[in-house]
């Protein structure tokens, strides 16, 4: 099952430029495929407890916008990952290999956005964020499960857009609600919610870095259980990339997640892979 869905990311990967290459949409889009691979490997006679391995991992991410009637402007950006690890066993362990997912990631943003042609646009959206496999419990696997809605209404300013740069920044009401299966009841909730993205190339257009930071602070429990907390919850994610060719290319990728609901210390997942890499930018 894993390497299926391994494979759907990569023909949707391979599917989405036919209709990003349709110009006539009137859509400014980007997309990007990569299949990244990392591995390492040590002799049976090794002295040490590091085993032999390897990871896949293929992702997917597509922005787009386009200019309604009038002032409003779509917004859209999917970003899909799944990655799997096979690791090793020794001898005492029956042998073999293990096989466990090392990512795995479903985010969806929709957003109208109203130029008006103010200091800051109005801005009505809504994000989705799941996972392919809910593996917590191991007697049974469940897909696309949480599921994450957040909806929220504010405003929002495009501080510099070009082609070397972009810096946006989002803050405004919201309401969120969590569906998770292995739960007596979904988790529903109201806040504030802030996220500000950035882009940059690196020395030059064959490296860049991208940023995205999310707080969304509770402020009123609608039901389940959960608390209002006293901190932000924070997603911060950070990516490193270069283009060494067309295809080849690198990324060092860095999250940092807190919610003292979870635990009082902020998480870290760090991971550094080489592999394919295609991008395909097209304007309607």
């Not at 591995?39 to 991410?61: F, I, P, V």
């Not at 402007?73 to 029956?94: P, V, W, Y």
């Not at 803050?171 to 529903?188: L, M, S, W």
């Not at 257009?205 to 932000?232: F, Q």
């Amino acid at each position: 099952m894993k390497s299926s869905i391994i494979l759907a990311v990569l023909a949707v990967g391979l599917t989405l430029p036919v209709f990003a290459g349709n110009t006539d949409s009137g859509w400014t889009q980007q997309l990007g495929f990569e299949l990244l691979f990392n591995q390492g490997y040590y002799s049976a006679n090794w002295q040490g407890d590091e085993k032999t391995s390897g990871s896949l991992t293929a992702s997917l991410d597509h922005d787009a916008q386009r200019q309604l009637a009038g002032p409003v402007r779509l917004e859209h950006e999917i970003a899909l990952a799944f990655g799997e690890q096979a690791t090793k066993l020794d001898s005492a362990a029956g042998g073999g290999w293990d096989f466990s997912k090392s990512e795995d990631k479903i985010r969806l943003d929709e957003a109208l956005r109203f130029t008006l042609g103010f200091w800051v646009d109005p801005i009505v959206s809504v994000q989705l964020k799941s996972q392919f496999l809910d593996q917590r419990d191991t007697a049974s696997t469940r897909y696309l499960n949480p599921l994450e809605l957040l909806e929220s209404a504010g405003f929002g300013r495009r501080f510099f857009d070009d082609s070397t740069r972009t810096l946006t920044s989002e803050i405004g009401a919201a309401a969120r609600q969590v569906f998770d299966r292995t739960a007596d009841e979904p988790v529903a909730d109201a806040g504030i919610s802030w996220t500000t993205a950035f882009k940059t190339i690196v020395f030059s257009r064959n490296a860049g870095y991208s940023s995205r930071l999310t707080l969304y602070k509770p402020l009123l429990v609608l039901g389940g259980d959960t608390e209002v907390g006293t901190w932000p919850q924070v997603d911060w994610e950070n990516e490193l990339s270069a283009r060494f060719n067309k295809a080849l290319s690198g990324k060092v990728f860095v999250r940092l997640l807190f919610d003292e609901n979870v635990d009082e210390d902020v998480r870290l997942k760090q991971t550094l892979g080489m592999g394919l890499s295609l991008a395909w930018p097209t304007e309607g």
